[in-house]
C-alpha cells in the first residue's frame, strides 16, 4: 500500500518523498487512516516500527485543515519520556513539515537545559508541543503554555511514562488538559499499567498490535555469548576487530561502567566515548552525531539510550551487562533491526547471569543457543536450571533436617 492511498495531502506527500520513504510501514498504514478520522488509538507496536511517522504525518495534515489563529492555540501535544526522545521527535517534525505551504510551529522542551530559551521560544504559542511531563509542567505554572484548546494527546512511549518518577507528573498533567480531545496511545510492551492508563485516557480505541509488537523485532538476530565476567572487555575488542562491525551501542549497568569501558577501549585504538544521564544535553548531542556520522565506532551506554534513539542503519547492539527487565531488553535491542532493516543484538552471559538470561528468553518467548568464543571459554559454571524442588525421594523431609539439627547440637 503506497503512501497516496491514506489519504494524505500532496505536501506531505511529497515531504515523504524528501526523507526516502518508499512505503508505510504496518503501523503507518494501519494508523494514518485512522488518526485523520479523529479516532482513538491504542497502539503496540515494536522500537523501530516507524510510529513517530505514524502520529506525525496526521498531526501535521489536522493543522493544514483548522483555520490559522494567532497566537496560535496548541493543537497537539507530544509527551515523551526523556529529553533526547523529545529531541529526535521534533526533528522528525521539523523535517516533514518543511514542505508544507503553511509554516508550522513546534517547540520541543524537556529538562536538564535553562527553562528560559523554551519560554522565549513558546511566545505567541505553537502549534504542536513535545515535551518531557516535568519540563511541561514547569512551563505551564510559568504561564509559558496554555492547554485549554488542546485537541490531540500523543502519549509516546507510554510504557516508559508510567515508570518510577514519571506517573505522578503524567497524571498531573493529564488533569490539565480538556476532556474532550483525541487520545493516541503508543507502547512497545503492555504490563497492567499501560492497560490501566488505556482505560483511563481512551475512547473506544482502534487497538493496533503489530506482529510482534511486544516482542523482540523478527529482523533483529540475537546471539548469547558465554564469558567469565572479567573478561568482557578483551572479549568486546576481539569481536569488534574479527567482526568488522562499523558501529556498535554497547549497554552497560552504571554511569561508572560507561567512562571505564570506553576508556579502556580508546586504550585499545578503537573510537569510543561514554554516554549517560550526567552528561549534559551538548555533550549527549555531540556524542550521538560523532557516532551517526560515523567518527566514532562504539558509544557505550546506560539504559538511557534504550528509548528514543534512532540510528539510521545501527547494525549492532551489544548487551555487556544484561537489562534489568526483559521489556528493557526489548527496547535495548530494538535500537537495531530498526525500519525492517536487519539487526544483530549480541548479549554477554556469564554464569551468575545465566538464570537472568534465561527469564528474559522465557518472557520473550525465544531460546537463544550459547555460544563460546574460541580464547574466551568460560572457567565458571553456571548453576543448573531450576526445577519444581528437587529429585522426588532425594529431598530431605521436616523431620530429617530436625534430626540432623539435633545431632549438631549435641556434638557442640
Same mark, same amino acid.
Given at each position: 500500500?503506497?503512501?497516496?492511498?491514506?489519504?494524505?495531502?500532496?505536501?506531505?506527500?511529497?515531504?515523504?518523498?524528501?526523507?526516502?520513504?518508499?512505503?508505510?510501514?504496518?503501523?503507518?498504514?494501519?494508523?494514518?487512516?485512522?488518526?485523520?478520522?479523529?479516532?482513538?488509538?491504542?497502539?503496540?507496536?515494536?522500537?523501530?516500527?516507524?510510529?513517530?511517522?505514524?502520529?506525525?504525518?496526521?498531526?501535521?495534515?489536522?493543522?493544514?485543515?483548522?483555520?490559522?489563529?494567532?497566537?496560535?492555540?496548541?493543537?497537539?501535544?507530544?509527551?515523551?519520556?526523556?529529553?533526547?526522545?523529545?529531541?529526535?521527535?521534533?526533528?522528525?517534525?521539523?523535517?516533514?513539515?518543511?514542505?508544507?505551504?503553511?509554516?508550522?510551529?513546534?517547540?520541543?522542551?524537556?529538562?536538564?537545559?535553562?527553562?528560559?530559551?523554551?519560554?522565549?521560544?513558546?511566545?505567541?504559542?505553537?502549534?504542536?508541543?513535545?515535551?518531557?511531563?516535568?519540563?511541561?509542567?514547569?512551563?505551564?505554572?510559568?504561564?509559558?503554555?496554555?492547554?485549554?484548546?488542546?485537541?490531540?494527546?500523543?502519549?509516546?512511549?507510554?510504557?516508559?511514562?508510567?515508570?518510577?518518577?514519571?506517573?505522578?507528573?503524567?497524571?498531573?498533567?493529564?488533569?490539565?488538559?480538556?476532556?474532550?480531545?483525541?487520545?493516541?496511545?503508543?507502547?512497545?510492551?503492555?504490563?497492567?499499567?499501560?492497560?490501566?492508563?488505556?482505560?483511563?485516557?481512551?475512547?473506544?480505541?482502534?487497538?493496533?498490535?503489530?506482529?510482534?509488537?511486544?516482542?523482540?523485532?523478527?529482523?533483529?538476530?540475537?546471539?548469547?555469548?558465554?564469558?567469565?565476567?572479567?573478561?568482557?572487555?578483551?572479549?568486546?575488542?576481539?569481536?569488534?576487530?574479527?567482526?568488522?562491525?562499523?558501529?556498535?551501542?554497547?549497554?552497560?549497568? %552504571?554511569?561508572? =561502567?560507561?567512562? &571505564? $569501558?570506553?576508556?579502556?577501549?580508546? !586504550? @585499545?585504538?578503537? *573510537?569510543?566515548?561514554?554516554?549517560?544521564?550526567?552528561? %549534559?544535553?551538548? =555533550?549527549?548531542? &555531540? $556524542?550521538?552525531?560523532?557516532?551517526? !556520522? @560515523?567518527?566514532? *565506532?562504539?558509544?557505550?551506554?546506560?539504559?538511557?539510550?534504550?528509548?528514543?534513539?534512532?540510528?539510521?542503519?545501527?547494525?549492532?547492539?551489544?548487551?555487556?551487562?544484561?537489562?534489568?527487565?526483559?521489556?528493557?531488553?526489548?527496547?535495548?535491542?530494538?535500537?537495531?533491526?530498526?525500519?525492517?532493516?536487519?539487526?544483530?543484538?549480541?548479549?554477554?552471559?556469564?554464569?551468575?547471569?545465566?538464570?537472568?538470561?534465561?527469564?528474559?528468553?522465557?518472557?520473550?518467548?525465544?531460546?537463544?543457543?550459547?555460544?563460546?568464543?574460541?580464547?574466551?571459554?568460560?572457567?565458571?559454571?553456571?548453576?543448573?536450571?531450576?526445577?519444581?524442588?528437587?529429585?522426588?525421594?532425594?529431598?530431605?523431609?521436616?523431620?530429617?533436617?530436625?534430626?540432623?539439627?539435633?545431632?549438631?547440637?549435641?556434638?557442640?
Amino acid at each position: 500500500m503506497p503512501f497516496a492511498s491514506l489519504g494524505l495531502s500532496s505536501a506531505l506527500l511529497h515531504a515523504v518523498d524528501a526523507r526516502g520513504y518508499e512505503q508505510p510501514t504496518a503501523i503507518q498504514q494501519a494508523a494514518i487512516p485512522a488518526i485523520l478520522r479523529g479516532t482513538d488509538l491504542l497502539a503496540l507496536a515494536s522500537t523501530g516500527s516507524g510510529k513517530t511517522a505514524a502520529f506525525a504525518l496526521p498531526l501535521l495534515q489536522q493543522l493544514q485543515d483548522r483555520p490559522q489563529q494567532l497566537p496560535r492555540p496548541t493543537h497537539a501535544l507530544v509527551l515523551v519520556p526523556t529529553r533526547d526522545l523529545a529531541i529526535q521527535v521534533g526533528d522528525s517534525m521539523r523535517e516533514l513539515a518543511r514542505q508544507l505551504e503553511r509554516p508550522v510551529k513546534l517547540a520541543a522542551v524537556y529538562g536538564g537545559v535553562s527553562i528560559n530559551p523554551q519560554m522565549m521560544a513558546l511566545r505567541g504559542g505553537a502549534d504542536v508541543v513535545v515535551a518531557t511531563p516535568g519540563r511541561l509542567l514547569d512551563l505551564v505554572q510559568h504561564n509559558a503554555l496554555k492547554l485549554a484548546d488542546l485537541k490531540v494527546l500523543v502519549l509516546d512511549e507510554a510504557d516508559r511514562l508510567l515508570e518510577a518518577g514519571f506517573a505522578d507528573e503524567l497524571q498531573r498533567v493529564l488533569a490539565l488538559l480538556p476532556a474532550r480531545r483525541q487520545t493516541l496511545l503508543f507502547s512497545a510492551t503492555y504490563p497492567a499499567t499501560v492497560q490501566g492508563l488505556a482505560q483511563a485516557v481512551l475512547n473506544e480505541p482502534l487497538r493496533l498490535e503489530m506482529p510482534g509488537g511486544t516482542q523482540t523485532p523478527a529482523a533483529i538476530e540475537q546471539r548469547a555469548v558465554q564469558v567469565d565476567a572479567a573478561r568482557r572487555t578483551p572479549l568486546l575488542r576481539h569481536l569488534l576487530e574479527q567482526q568488522g562491525w562499523s558501529r556498535v551501542l554497547v549497554f552497560v549497568a %552504571s554511569k561508572y =561502567a560507561t567512562e &571505564h $569501558v570506553a576508556q579502556k577501549l580508546r !586504550a @585499545g585504538g578503537i *573510537a569510543a566515548a561514554a554516554f549517560h544521564g550526567d552528561l %549534559s544535553q551538548g =555533550a549527549r548531542s &555531540h $556524542v550521538l552525531a560523532d557516532f551517526k !556520522a @560515523g567518527r566514532l *565506532a562504539v558509544v557505550v551506554a546506560t539504559d538511557v539510550a534504550a528509548r528514543g534513539l534512532d540510528i539510521a542503519g545501527l547494525p549492532v547492539v551489544v548487551n555487556y551487562d544484561l537489562p534489568r527487565s526483559p521489556q528493557d531488553h526489548v527496547h535495548r535491542i530494538g535500537r537495531t533491526g530498526r525500519a525492517g532493516q536487519a539487526g544483530l543484538a549480541v548479549s554477554f552471559v556469564s554464569a551468575t547471569t545465566e538464570a537472568h538470561f534465561r527469564l528474559i528468553e522465557k518472557r520473550q518467548g525465544q531460546r537463544v543457543p550459547r555460544e563460546v568464543v574460541a580464547g574466551f571459554e568460560p572457567t565458571e559454571a553456571a548453576a543448573p536450571p531450576a526445577g519444581n524442588g528437587g529429585i522426588k525421594g532425594k529431598r530431605k523431609s521436616k523431620k530429617d533436617k530436625l534430626r540432623e539439627a539435633a545431632a549438631r547440637d549435641g556434638s557442640h
